[in-house]
């Protein structure tokens, strides 16, 4: 089960309800709004286990237009003092013990941040 707080408004498309910050999203229950499986985007604050593994799995992302108070669990760049053109990013709250993921030199080649 994964559960998770939009901070932002959310589409799935024609057969998911449409989300509005605020509201709990959960893959789980006879009624869930948000498919098994589904790839969290920036704009959600993981709030289990599971939603917190996946949203570190998808890496770090800008939250977009946030309208709600600020997650919990997000992303925070810290310096790298071994490559100083480089940036790691870990997750605070629920995902404080995973593995940092580092937005590397040639990120702009590639279109981003990739781990």
């Not at 997750?91 to 404080?96: K, P, Q, V």
Request: charged content about 15%; some cysteine.
């Amino acid at each position: 089960m994964a559960t998770y707080r939009a901070l932002q408004d959310i589409s799935l498309g024609a057969s998911w309800p449409y989300i509005t910050a605020g509201q709990i999203l959960t893959d789980a229950g006879p009624r869930p709004n948000i498919p098994k499986g589904w790839r969290p985007p920036g704009g959600v604050d993981p709030l289990d286990h599971e939603a917190v593994l996946a949203f570190h799995a998808m890496g770090p992302q800008l939250p977009g237009m946030v309208r709600v108070a600020r997650g919990v669990t997000r992303w925070e760049p810290r310096p790298n003092p071994t490559h100083p053109r480089a940036r790691e990013y870990v997750l605070t709250g629920l995902g404080a013990g995973l593995p940092f993921l580092q937005h590397g030199v040639n990120a702009a080649c590639f279109g981003g941040i990739h781990p």
